[in-house]
């Protein structure tokens, strides 16, 4: 962050540039990523004495830092326009009137040893003149151009010493505002904070409950501009120990989410009521501006991550020799699988993964996305290391779960629907499928290469990494199952990767952690709109759910086949095939995802706007925050869509098909 000084900053302001800088003396920061009309203040965040001063301090630094609001500028840092005080309160008091800034007694203690020289009291007293001027030209900035300008002044209190068990959360001090003006928003910033969610705590908002808004900022503001409302709000110090200053770090992260989404739904209320621009949505009012910090942490995870695709170290590389063995020992036999060896060291892996720099990104919202994924690679990276070892369940369940209950009783519901359709022959052998794929790809203008493979389980696969898909030599299929394959394949998992790939954040050709269910849900969402997808189909994806319950509570191979070749009526092929995807690795939970990921595409596509989702290697659990990043333009929206996403044409489901997805949604 670059140093500026008080006529460096004023005239970046009036040109209205965005800048990120620290007042040359070091008093306080100033951020300005967008010229929005509102401003989040941390005055007391500081704790910092000019070295003159700290001899002289009566107070140690416990003392002081009881007294200090630390973590408040973290708590604003996700907003585009902050000013945090780095000078302690102890120095000079922002929250005091200049001529009384530099206490002598606080809280019933002396502050100095000795008296501040004149000389010591004028630099303080500068500093915080220094801190209004700055202030007064970026409000009188804003209200030239937007009409109104919103301060949130946020605090943090001690609440230990209170008398009263039940302080709130949130405390806004509303005692020198303007309510007859103001009141809907200052009720509306109440509720809005009411209504928020802490893990584990209970969360309460209060008006002039423990504090009541008195303090100079909020009298300099109402004073000098009168189309500025300042919210002047205290949080409860829950997020650290306040007698030792220990930080509780994940409920820090968890308060800063919600004040950043409380104050973008308040200032949006603000928006509408009292400026000169009516914005729709939350996310229009953050910076569109990628900080260097993301594109840093992205690349870095991008280079480090690159290529580890789990199904190319856990599809077995002696899949037919086995399949032929098994039969011919009918069925009596477990298939001894091997596979390709893992070309990293998970250790050094993991051990970088944690060192990359995910605390320099400011915005809460985007350093908590690109946290979870890097716990999911260092996850992945456990299971793609566990290969065919005893260890390997365990970590596919932790990487990608287990049946639900609700998932085994939509599984068997499926399996309990009587027919409808006719089978149709399998005439299409695997050289037409690969055809067929080639000329599908060539409508939509892309790189990508179809080969025909015996080292696959599926019919047919795709290698994103690799821009390939690759289709089973001995597949053969029906014209409904080709074009299925293809709208599966090509115009889901195929697509998501070529518009990853024009995307300036990488992450989303990694893969968001849960991208396998909503990669999967998506294409099988894919083939249901298009009319390919037949209630045999829906019955297979059911039946993987069985064969992984049945793998889990320790079933063998061979019982496994019997049962589901047995009770189900399948042939031994496709027996064979389920329960083969289900067993390799020593025991590979994905596949009951497929029906999970259908049910939850169903449900998002019939209430929201999925083509997000369609960006890159997404998932389901993080549409919002990919939506928000879309809408600043940090994303850019999908140049490429599936079939069912990009015409006009109305869909005509077939009745009873629709019945079964609808009770299954």
């Not at 007293?125 to 002044?153: N, P």
């Not at 699988?337 to 060291?345: A, C």
């Amino acid at each position: 962050m670059q140093l500026l000084s008080e006529q460096a900053c004023i005239e970046a302001i009036e040109e209205g540039e965005c800048f990120q800088a620290v007042i040359e003396d070091g008093a306080f920061s100033l951020k300005i990523d967008e010229y929005s009309f509102f401003v989040c203040t941390a005055i007391h965040n500081g704790h910092r004495l000019r070295q003159e001063l700290v001899n002289k301090c009566a107070l140690d630094e416990a003392e002081r830092l009881y007294e200090e609001d630390p973590f408040t500028g973290e708590l604003i840092s996700s907003l585009p326009i902050t000013l945090v005080a780095l000078d302690s309160r102890y120095e000079y008091d922002l929250n005091r009137s200049p001529e009384q800034c530099v206490y002598e007694r606080a809280w019933g203690k002396t502050v100095w040893n000795s008296p501040l020289t004149e000389q010591e009291l004028n630099v303080s007293y500068h500093k915080h003149h220094v801190f209004y001027r700055v202030l007064g030209v970026l409000i009188e900035k804003i209200q030239s151009q937007l009409g109104a300008c919103l301060i949130y002044d946020v605090h943090s209190y001690n609440y230990q010493r209170l008398p009263i068990n039940d302080a709130p959360v949130f405390n806004i001090g509303t005692e020198q505002l303007d309510k007859s003006r103001w009141d809907s928003v200052i009720q509306h910033w109440k509720s809005t904070l009411n209504k928020s969610t802490l893990h584990n705590i209970e969360v309460r908002s209060a008006t002039d409950e423990v504090f009541y808004g008195r303090g100079y900022l909020a009298n300099f503001v109402i004073n000098h501009y009168r189309n500025t409302l300042i919210l002047p709000t205290e949080v409860k110090k829950i997020f650290m120990d306040e007698i030792t200053g220990d930080l509780f770090s994940l409920v820090l992260l968890e308060l800063k989410e919600v004040l950043k989404q409380s104050i973008l739904s308040n200032a949006l209320y603000f928006s509408k009521h009292h400026t000169n621009k009516n914005h729709t949505r939350k996310a229009v009012l953050l910076s569109s501006n990628v900080e260097p910090s993301i594109h840093k942490l992205d690349r870095q995870l991008y280079q480090l991550a690159k290529g580890i695709e789990t199904l190319t170290y856990i599809n077995p590389q002696n899949i037919a020799v086995e399949r032929r063995r098994f039969f011919a020992k009918n069925y009596n036999y477990s298939p001894s699988f091997t596979y390709r060896h893992l070309d990293i060291n998970p250790y050094e892996f993991r051990e970088k993964l944690y060192r990359l720099p995910v605390d320099d990104i400011t915005d809460v919202s985007i350093q908590q996305f690109y946290r979870d994924v890097i716990d999911t690679y260092a996850m992945k990276v456990d299971l793609i290391a566990s290969v065919g070892k005893e260890k390997f369940l365990y970590n596919s369940l932790r990487y990608y779960g287990e049946p639900s209950e609700n998932d085994i009783k939509t599984a068997e519901f499926l399996l309990f629907a009587k027919e409808f359709e006719p089978n149709l022959a399998r005439t299409i052998p695997a050289r037409e499928i690969r055809e067929a794929f080639i000329t599908a790809i060539e409508k939509y203008q892309i790189k990508c290469r179809v080969m025909l493979t015996d080292k696959i389980i599926a019919n047919a696969m795709s290698k994103t990494t690799r821009r390939l898909i690759q289709i089973n030599k001995s597949a053969c299929v029906n014209k409904r199952e080709l074009d299925a394959l293809i709208h599966h394949e090509l115009e889901v998992h195929m697509l998501t990767t070529v518009n990853s790939e024009n995307q300036k954040l990488k992450v989303l050709k990694l893969g968001l952690p849960g991208n396998t269910c909503t990669q999967e849900g998506l294409a099988i969402l894919s083939e249901y709109m298009t009319g390919n997808l037949t209630l045999q189909r829906l019955k297979v994806l059911a039946l993987r759910v069985i064969a992984v319950r049945m793998m889990i509570t320790e079933y063998d191979f061979s019982r496994t086949f019997k049962i589901l070749m047995e009770d189900y009526g399948l042939n031994q092929n496709e027996t064979f095939k389920i329960t083969a995807r289900v067993y390799r690795g020593g025991g590979f939970t994905k596949d009951f995802l497929y029906l999970r990921g259908l049910r939850k595409a169903l449900q998002l596509f019939k209430n929201y706007d999925i083509r997000p989702l369609f960006v890159g290697k997404t998932s389901f659990e993080y549409l919002d925050i990919i939506g928000e990043l879309v809408q600043r333009k940090m994303i850019d929206p999908p140049a490429l869509l599936p079939q069912f996403m990009s015409t006009k044409k109305n869909f005509r489901p077939n009745r009873i098909l629709e019945y079964l997805l609808e009770t299954m949604r």
